[in-house]
């Protein structure tokens, strides 16, 4: 996170995991999906090769309906992030 968007965070937890076998090239894909709290909200982008924009955007925006595009089955990520906020209010 730091190294392509500048934005400086602390590790929570491990939200979700995928494997994809025998994807490009024959390789394994792997995603994980962490659950980060920023420490400040800059956005500072460093690698522009790899990332051409970044924002904040609130949870309740990204909807299926709304015109920001995720990569395919971001929605059950949003969903999995959203639960994991839900639970984590009945801690505080």
């Known amino acids: 996170m730091l190294e392509e968007t500048g934005v400086k965070a602390k590790f929570s937890g491990i939200l979700a995991l995928r494997e994809q076998l025998d994807y490009k090239y024959g ?3 792997f ?3 962490c659950v ?3 420490i400040d909200e ?6 522009t090769q790899e990332v051409s924009a970044a924002r904040w955007i609130p949870l309740s925006e ?3 309906q709304s015109e920001i595009k995720l990569f395919p089955n971001a929605m059950e ?3 999995l992030i959203q639960q994991w906020l839900k639970n984590q209010s009945h801690f505080e």
């Open 27 to 29: 390789a394994a894909d």
């Open 31 to 33: 995603y994980f999906v």
């Open 62 to 64: 990204i909807t299926p």
């Open 36 to 38: 980060l709290q920023p």
């Open 42 to 47: 800059t956005v500072d982008i460093r690698d």
């Open 77 to 79: 990520f949003v969903g």
